[in-house]
């Protein structure tokens, strides 16, 4: 699992939880949380290119590399 933090667009902090195992779809599931409370905001799974997109739009430096 990777973890990035970033502030979304409406300003709170969140955190995305992404699984480095694709799944048998071949995408990455994940879940978001709020960084402040740690409440659970919701789940899904994204392609690798869905969130290397979801990185680069919260200007999130790290790469996804799995």
């Given at each position: 699992?990777?973890?990035?933090?970033?502030?979304?667009?409406?300003?709170?902090m969140?955190?995305?939880?992404v699984?480095?195992?694709?799944n048998e779809?071949?995408?990455?599931?994940?879940?978001?949380?709020?960084?402040?409370?740690?409440?659970?905001?919701?789940?899904?799974?994204?392609?690798?290119?869905?969130?290397?997109?979801?990185?680069?739009?919260?200007?999130?430096?790290?790469?996804?590399?799995?």
């Open positions: 699992m990777k973890e990035y933090y970033y502030r979304n667009d409406i300003g709170y969140k955190k995305i939880v699984a480095t195992t694709p779809n071949g995408k990455y599931n994940f879940t978001l949380w709020n960084a402040q409370t740690g409440d659970f905001c919701g789940q899904g799974e994204k392609t690798k290119e869905d969130i290397e997109d979801f990185l680069k739009h919260y200007k999130i430096q790290d790469v996804f590399n799995v």
